[in-house]
Each structure stands twice: as C-alpha cells, then as structure tokens.
C-alpha cells in the first residue's frame, strides 16, 4: 500500500511538472517575471520533498551552494593569519570592534544600494518580520549608530555578508564572503577622516606583500556637477553614476551605449561625460578642472574640487601620494555615498599574477545614520572595506605556483617515545608543558614508531620533539631535538619548560608564523 501511495504522489508530481512546462511555453511570449517562475519553482520543490520522504530512499548531490565553498585547513590557517594583520593595522589606528547580526529588517536594506538591491537575499517570512541577509556592514552599521545614539566612534567589523551575485570563484567574488570594514563616525575636520583610511588600505597591501597597487579617489559632488555640467537630469544623476561605475571593467562604448538606449540619456550629454571619464592624474588635474569652464558653473563641482585639493594635499603628509591616483572613471555605484570614494586596485608585477579587480573600497556617507533617525539626526561617517576574499584568492594562487605549504597548527613541541610502554610518562610532560602555556601534542598510539613520529613533526612544521626513553628518564634527563637541523641536546627532566621557552625566544623570528607571500 505505502508503495502504491508513493507512486501515486509522484504520478501527480509528474503531472505538476508537465502542467508548469506546459505554462513555461505559454508564457514565452508574454510577461512571464522572473518572479513568478521562482514561485513555481519553490512549490514544485515543496511537493518534491515532501514526496520524497523516508517512504523511499533518494539520492542528492554533495556539493556547497552556488557561490559558496569550504575551506580546509591549509586554507583555514592562511585566512587567519591574513585577518590577523588586518586587525593589527585596525586597532594601530585606534579602532575598537563591534558586531552586528546577519539579517536585518528588510526595510532597513531596502533603497540602500541603488541598482544593486536587487542583489540581495530576501528570507521567508517564518516569524512575523520580513527579513533579509545583510548585503553589507555599512548600512547594519548605520542602523546600530541611530538605535543607539551614537555620534562618535572608530570601529571596526570582520563578517559574512551575502548577496546574489553571478560568482567567479576564481577571482574571489562569492555569494557569500568575509568583509572586513573599518568606519569613522564623527563631526570631523575635513578630509582628517578621509586620509586616514586610505593610509590604512596601504599599510595593509604593504603587508600583504602583493606587489604594487593603487587607490582611485573621487568625489561625489564632482561627480554630480559633471553630470550637472554635462546635461544630465537631475532624476538621472544615481543611474547614470552606476553606469559610470562599470568603466573599470567595461569599455566606454558598451558604457555609452547602456546610458542611451537603457537609460535614454542624451547622447550628447553622454559624450560629453565621455571626455571626463577617461581624466586621472593628480593636484594638476584638479586644477585643470578647476578651470575647465563647463565645471566652472556648477557649485557642486566646485566644491569638490576643492575638497579633493585638500586630500591629496593630505596624502603627501601620510606618504601615499605616490599610490593614489584621481580618477573621474571611479563611480561606486551604492546611493548612500555623499564625498570622497575610493578603490584600491592590485596592478600586478607579471610573475604569474593574478587579477582580481578591486581588493578595497569605501567613501564618505553623510546621510545613511539620518535616514534611520526618527528626528533625521546626521551622523558624518567615512570607512573603507577590505576584499580580503580577493586578497586570498591572488595568495592562494601564489602559494600554490610556488608550492608554498601552510603551517596548518601552532604546536611548538612532540612529545616522543623510543621505546615501549611510556604513554603515562608521555602523558605528564605533556601536562607539564601544557600547565607552562606551551602548545604541545603528541601521538594517540601506546606505542608508536619513533621514526612516525619523527616524520610527523617534520611534515607539520613542528620545531622542536621532546624524545623520552627509559634509560633517560632513569638519569632524569629529556633529549630536545631540533626539527629542522636534527640536532639533539640533553636536557635536566625539571629544566625542560624553561629550555624550550628559552629555545622558543631564541628562534621566534621563525616560529611559528610562516610567511605569507610564498616565500619561505
């Protein structure tokens, strides 16, 4: 009976199927919406599983979700130690941490983002609130600003964001990925802020030690009067500015193109703003526009101009005036963006570089804090984000055209045996050396092979075994051998903690954090 219930619900699963292609052809020449597919799909999938119970057994595909992936140790151990010197650079300028969850209210996102909305996850209604992933750390940063009245802070957040993205796992974009953000918030002098995070995008590429790179800057009110001055309708301005954002991998023409036909800008207007995308430079630049005389009658190109005077005047005093380039093509297409913008680019020196587009972004948002204020209370806020998803791609890709290994542990002594039944003692040193604070390990067997164990150490990076035997424990003493040189020492049993520190201070130049730029 159960297996004639099943094959009848599957039957009209069948049916459900054919009825949805059936629909599918119907609709190919009408208004069929992306939407209304989804829906079909999500109750032809509903039935699925529930048909597809323990009534039967069924097969599924392992694998991660589309734009998702796992990471293993070698992987695991790389991300940490990357983060760790982003965080070092973070809290060098005085930043402290905070978090905040993964959704949000689906109000709060929504209208945040411009044409990029439509990236973002919405989640089922399942407890009384519409919710959604959180697209980024901005704008859940500005919601945690107004909730709580604050008005000054430096901080910054190391999470997960998701957005629906079309993925290239090889160049590091992801539907789901770590971004690491660093925000001042703060009524401030001009442009003190601004600098500041550019400074921080530098420190932490010099440390990555990935080869040359630059950071494009630019002002959204330059922005807005070159629309201004070249004949850009003011409903036009944030569409338009997306459609600028696609330059840095987008030819002009193609760019052009969606602005007419797409958006049904001017064609004159967008030749017009041709010739100012293709400017970079530096201050003779920004004079140059200063004096251009279209720019001359807008008030807002003016301003920031003057403004992007001021910063990279700023930038010689912080010693990145040599990395930082205006450029008029920068755009960053997300509306909440109201001052200086900027993207950190990797250029690549050859040797098998990868490329991977941006590895940093941010700008100054005025507004975003106000829009969650009951009373619309401004919060000036600037901040930048790491693409450390993309920094790890191009320093996986290193180390494996090197054939660099990374140290997957942190363990600084093996406890060995060379003989039959010590596991007891074996078990004391390394509590003892547990209790001193030292990171030690040792093998599960009673009684294992020396030489495996040997060979362990040597193939995970361990610098230092502790050998035990019964003739040296009689005499109260310990062999400490050195991995890499295969150097053995007598040491006294109750002098071993402070032999291995001593020996651990000696050599910590080396140990125990492995290079990062596939060099060993």
């Not at 060098?92 to 983002?113: N, Q």
């Amino acid at each position: 009976m159960r297996l004639i219930s099943l094959t009848a619900r599957l039957a009209s699963f069948g049916m459900r199927v054919g009825r949805f292609q059936s629909s599918c052809a119907q609709y190919s020449n009408s208004a069929l919406t992306v939407h209304q597919i989804d829906e079909e799909v999500a109750k032809l999938l509903a039935l699925k599983a529930k048909i597809t119970t323990d009534d039967a057994p069924h097969k599924f595909t392992l694998k991660t979700p589309k734009g998702t992936r796992d990471y293993n140790p070698q992987q695991m151990a790389l991300r940490q130690e990357v983060l760790a010197k982003i965080v070092d650079v973070f809290k060098r300028h005085g930043a402290e941490t905070i978090d905040t969850p993964i959704f949000e209210l689906k109000e709060v996102l929504t209208g945040k983002y411009g044409e990029d909305s439509k990236l973002i996850y919405d989640l089922a209604d399942q407890g009384g609130e519409l919710l959604s992933l959180r697209y980024d750390l901005t704008v859940p940063f500005a919601r945690y600003l107004a909730m709580n009245k604050i008005s000054n802070i430096k901080r910054y957040t190391i999470a997960k964001v998701y957005r629906r993205d079309n993925p290239a796992m090889t160049k590091g974009r992801f539907r789901e990925f770590l971004q690491c953000d660093f925000d001042i918030a703060g009524q401030y002098d001009p442009m003190l802020p601004d600098i500041e995070c550019v400074r921080i995008v530098s420190e932490i590429l010099n440390d990555m030690q990935l080869g040359s790179f630059k950071v494009k800057v630019n002002h959204r009110q330059i922005l807005d009067g070159m629309f201004e001055a070249c004949g850009v309708p003011n409903d036009k301005f944030r569409t338009i500015c997306s459609s600028v954002d696609k330059l840095d991998k987008t030819p002009w023409e193609e760019v052009r193109t969606e602005m007419i036909h797409e958006k049904q800008l001017d064609p004159e207007a967008a030749d017009r703003i041709g010739e100012y995308v293709r400017l970079n430079g530096g201050l003779e630049l920004v004079e140059q526009l200063l004096a251009d005389p279209k720019l001359k009658t807008s008030k807002a190109a003016q301003a920031g101009l003057e403004s992007m005077k001021l910063f990279l005047n700023y930038a010689k005093l912080y010693k990145v005036d040599n990395i930082t380039s205006f450029d008029l093509s920068l755009a960053r297409g997300l509306d909440y963006y109201t001052g200086v913008i900027y993207e950190a680019v990797l250029l690549g020196d050859g040797d098998g570089d990868v490329g991977v587009g941006s590895v940093a972004g941010g700008g100054r948002y005025d507004n975003l804090v106000g829009m969650f204020d009951p009373k619309n209370r401004a919060v000036p806020c600037v901040g930048v984000s790491i693409g450390v998803e993309r920094l790890f791609s191009v320093m996986e890709a290193k180390h494996a055209a090197s054939g660099f290994k990374q140290r997957t542990t942190e363990v600084q002594a093996f406890v060995a045996v060379a003989q039959k039944n010590l596991v007891q003692d074996r078990m004391k040193i390394c509590c003892e050396l547990w209790d001193a604070g030292l990171k030690v390990e040792h093998s599960y067997k009673n009684n294992p092979k020396l030489l495996a164990q040997l060979q362990y150490c040597e193939e995970s990076g361990i610098p230092l075994t502790v050998i035990i035997g019964e003739s040296e424990l009689a005499r109260g003493i310990v062999k400490l051998r050195e991995v890499a040189t295969r150097k053995e020492v007598e040491v006294p049993r109750d002098k071993l903690v402070e032999e291995i520190c001593a020996w651990l201070q000696t050599n910590k130049a080396s140990f125990p954090v492995l290079p990062t730029n596939g060099t060993q």
